[in-house]
């Protein structure tokens, strides 16, 4: 289901079909370096993981995170981008991940500027918020550009890795 159109891409809902997309995105060596190991190795798990994921927020929420697809490449799905609410942050959070190639593109920048859209005028939400390490410097860049400010760092997660806090506010 197409959520939102743009010049360059499709965003989409993501449905348990899209578990071997998953597999990879999860797998790439930026995702495992700057999100982690989510221990997603096959499509099984992947499956477990968008339903007690993805496919809850939708139900829960309303929103989650959408895949994005190439349209000069027939709706390739290239990534991911969306909101999250996590109990450990305050606010909804902005996030991101695109496979290696597609990185440095525009992209991640193209789906972000909508995404933020659908959290102020369909979600209404107030503030948007995102977490990234702070050695991730492309997505601190991203973040900024999306008119994102850092806030604080912090450690939303039992692993104690400090994060950097960004947020906007409507």
């Known amino acids: 289901m197409i959520i939102v159109e743009t010049e360059r891409l ?17 797998n790439t060596p930026h995702w495992l370096k700057y999100i982690g190991d989510r221990n997603i190795k096959s499509v099984k798990e992947a499956e477990e993981h968008l339903k007690n994921g993805i496919l809850k927020s939708y139900k829960i929420n309303g929103f989650g995170l959408y895949k994005i697809l190439l349209k000069a490449e027939n709706n390739k799905t290239i990534g991911t981008a969306g909101l999250i609410k996590r109990e450990q942050l305050d606010h909804v959070d902005i996030g991101f991940g695109f496979l ?5 593109k525009g992209y991640g920048f193209e789906a972000s500027v909508e995404i933020i859209k659908l959290a102020k005028w ?5 503030k948007v918020v995102a977490i990234t390490n702070p050695i991730n410097k492309n997505s601190i860049k991203l973040l900024e550009k999306l008119g ?4 604080k760092r912090v450690k939303p997660f ?4 400090e994060l950097l806090l960004f947020a906007k506010t409507f």
Request: proline share 6%; aromatic share 14%; charged share 35%.
């Open 10 to 26: 499709l965003i989409s809902k993501v449905s348990l079909k899209d578990a071997p997309f998953f597999v990879e995105l999860m």
């Open 148 to 151: 994102l400010v850092f806030e």
């Open 122 to 126: 369909e979600f209404k939400l107030k």
């Open 158 to 161: 039992d692993d104690d890795a």
């Open 100 to 104: 290696p190639e597609y990185e440095g």
